[in-house]
């Protein structure tokens, strides 16, 4: 069965810093790994997605994770955040496996920028 | 577009009244779930489908029920409401368990 660990469930920092939000899963076959966030009394959004191909993915805000199969990590990492970043973030995992894909959340970080 | 669309959004509930949630998603998605979200628990998966007329026992099913009976739409049920229920309730559909796309969410008290 799959499972999603995420290591901080929160994570404050100051405006400008660099941050690095930590993800590991498991899981017996291959998978898609995602990221979404959620924003105070909002409904989750995707940030950015790995389904195949290049292991480093991006966003459009200038989030970045990292696929490393033999670490089985997904890393998100930002070398610089916003005031505007401050939200919940949620690894999740699906497998590529027909039939009965399951989508599995972490229990999420919380990541709280200050100024 | 719409995209997911729940409704009611928010709802409270005496100890063993019943209710439906309803989730309707217009992106012809085969896949649909429903989560529960509980401070400091992440979404935990409830009941998930993979198709109309099949539904799979997620990670916390028991006092639920669902129904998927037509493709757009994807039935929440709670025959005997519990405290233990009061969650925010979040329905998602997904494109063969890919991107997921959730609704607002449902805010559900029981008292």
């Known amino acids: 069965a799959q499972s999603v660990t995420q290591l901080d469930s929160q994570v404050p920092v100051f405006e400008e810093a660099p941050v690095e939000l930590r993800c590991n899963y498991s899981?017996?076959?291959?998978?898609?790994l995602f990221w979404y966030v959620q924003y105070p009394n909002q409904g989750l959004q995707l940030l950015l997605k790995y389904l195949s191909g290049s292991t480093l993915v991006e966003s459009i805000n200038g989030f970045e994770a990292e696929f490393n199969k033999s670490q089985t990590s997904f890393h998100l990492r930002k070398p610089s955040v916003h005031i505007s970043d401050t939200a919940e973030y949620f690894c999740a995992v699906s497998t590529s496996q027909g039939g009965s894909e399951k989508l599995v959340f972490g229990k999420g970080t919380k990541l709280t920028v200050n100024p | 577009n719409a995209g997911v669309t729940q409704t009611p959004k928010f709802r409270v509930l005496k100890t063993g009244q019943s209710m439906t949630l309803l989730c309707a998603q217009d992106m012809n998605h085969e896949y649909m779930y429903w989560y529960r979200q509980d401070p400091g628990m992440g979404l935990r998966l409830i009941h998930y489908?993979?198709?109309?007329?099949?539904?799979a026992k997620g990670e916390v099913p028991d006092g639920y029920n669902v129904s998927r009976l037509k493709k757009q739409n994807f039935l929440l049920g709670l025959e005997s409401a519990a405290p233990s229920q009061t969650s925010v309730y979040f329905c998602?559909?997904?494109?063969?368990?890919?991107?997921?796309?959730f609704g607002q969410g449902t805010r559900l008290t029981v008292v």
């Open positions: 998602a559909s997904s494109h063969r368990g890919l991107e997921a796309f």
């Open positions: 489908s993979v198709g109309e007329g099949t539904t």
């Open positions: 899981s017996s076959v291959s998978v898609y």
